[in-house]
């Protein structure tokens, strides 16, 4: 059942992946069926790591660390979430504004860096090759989507964006031109 996850996870951000790309260029933003995919992208890799995983109280130095880092990734995924002040914008429904204030100031994309964070954090507590699989299959699917958005934003929002663009990180110090 793992390896079958795990190679469904391929599939499954590729298809996610080519869908936003296109709805993006199309329409805009996601449909709820684009939305609904680049859920399944997000998830079926951490269904993966669940069903990996037995939970257990931490018991050794690394495992604490884990659970500290899983901890500070969704707290920084819920503040990049909470900046946009827009559940559809949140959801990839809407343009919106650009968001360019709390985590966004140190980075483009705080809420991608804290999911990653956080499901490294689970892998630390529970160290299996399934779940080094699964985080590798999230944080390059992760990648790949915000090159896509990056794309988007830029048509969105123009030289605002660009300036953003040139002078913020894409991942919270790494990434910049």
């Known amino acids: ?47 993966l790591i669940d069903y990996a995983t037995a939970y257990k109280a931490p018991a050794t130095p690394v495992e604490y660390f884990g659970v500290a880092l899983a901890i500070v990734g969704l707290a920084l995924c819920f503040a990049g979430v909470f900046a946009f002040r827009s559940l559809s914008k949140v959801l990839c429904l809407d343009a919106g504004t650009l968001a360019q204030s709390g985590p966004y100031r140190w980075g483009r994309n705080p809420q991608y860096v804290g999911w990653v964070l956080f499901l490294f954090g689970f892998c630390l507590t529970d160290w299996s090759w399934w779940c080094l699989g699964a985080l590798a299959v999230v944080a390059s699917g992760l990648h790949l989507l915000v090159l896509i958005e990056e794309e988007h934003l830029h048509r969105v929002f123009g030289e605002r964006y660009d300036r953003f663009y040139r002078e913020t990180p894409r991942y919270l110090g790494w990434g910049k031109r």
Request: with cysteine; glycine share 4%; hydrophobic share 60%.
């Open 1 to 47: 059942m793992k390896l079958f996850l795990l190679v469904l996870c391929v599939p499954v951000a590729a298809v996610a992946l080519y869908n936003a790309r296109l709805e993006y260029r199309k329409h805009g933003k996601l449909t709820l069926f684009g939305l609904l995919l680049v859920c399944l992208m997000l998830f079926v890799p951490n269904v």
